[in-house]
């Protein structure tokens, strides 16, 4: 019996939602509200080089894109877990909920996992990759 919510069906509610949250974070969050430069100045104001705002930034942005549209999806997922798992630093000294001022640690933390498990899912049937794959065997 088919299921409504299968392997590939989850692999895609995943894969758009962390998209979407990743592109919504770095394009608007950090671009659009903080700006790069004001990106940066934070970073530096917790230690870390400037420099890597723009390399999370950038890791953000083709992640979420790549998760979007389910291109090298294990790839990507893994990509970002390092920066996930870094704003999960960033945040932990706000304590755990993400409604206190700084923003816990609890939702990137929860980002980071949602990674983790879309690197075990995969790309799923609903994505541009298993179609390029599939032009591949004709």
């Known amino acids: 019996m088919n299921q409504l919510v299968n392997s590939d069906t ?3 509610i995943l894969r758009v939602s962390l998209g ?6 770095s394009l608007y969050l950090k ?7 004001g990106t940066a100045q934070y970073f530096g104001s917790i230690g870390l080089p400037e420099v890597f ?3 999370v930034f950038t890791v953000e942005v083709l992640s979420g894109l790549a998760l979007l549209l389910g291109f090298n999806t294990c790839l990507f ?21 993400f409604s206190n001022t700084g923003g816990g640690w609890e939702y ?5 996992l949602m990674a983790l498990v879309q ?8 994505a541009v990759s ?3 794959h599939q032009d591949n065997h004709l």
């Open 10 to 12: 989850s692999a895609f």
């Open 20 to 25: 979407t949250i990743l592109l919504a974070h």
């Open 31 to 37: 671009l659009f509200v903080f700006t790069l430069a």
């Open 53 to 55: 705002a723009y390399i």
């Open 77 to 97: 997922s893994a990509l970002v877990i390092p920066v996930l798992l870094g704003a999960t630093w960033a945040h932990s000294s706000n304590g755990w909920l």
């Open 108 to 112: 990137p933390l929860l980002l980071s």
């Open 119 to 126: 690197v075990g899912l995969g790309d799923g049937k609903f």
């Open 130 to 132: 298993s179609y390029l």
